[in-house]
């Protein structure tokens, strides 16, 4: 993989390749996984914002595995077009849809309670789901 022109336009820094930190955020998003599953009966919008942390911390582990991390502000943005570029055409309507979920999730975190529907709580925990098992096996082959 090239990412030289996310390199130059300043968005990641090459760091060394440290498998226990990848597993250490593979553990993350799995218990993240977990967790949002769990509060799709007690909160709507923090069962969606968790599952899109779980996707979030697979995407920085994706990158840590390749030996990048993001640079500056916007790290979930940087972290989201890293995947694309790592992962290619096949992932590009997940990542497409992490990248909507992104959008509503910092509008839950931070300005609007109860947007978020049980539909769309549990469509994106089902995601989630999908997204880790397929992310953990791309990060085995890497190793």
Known sequence: MDFSSMELAGLIERVPVDTHE???LLKVLRRDAKT???LIDVDLDWAFAVAY???I???LALMKAYGYRPRGVNKHIIAIRFAREALGEGWRKVLSRL???RKKRHRV?????GLISEYEAKETIELASGFIEDLEREIA???
């Not at 975190?109 to 309670?113: F, G, L």
């Open 99 to 101: 990248d909507r979920i």
């Open 36 to 38: 949002a599953g769990r």
């Open 141 to 143: 082959a890497l190793r």
């Open 57 to 59: 911390q697979g995407c």
């Open 109 to 113: 975190v931070y300005e609007v309670a």
């Open 53 to 55: 942390n779980s996707m």
């Open 22 to 24: 990848v597993d250490q």
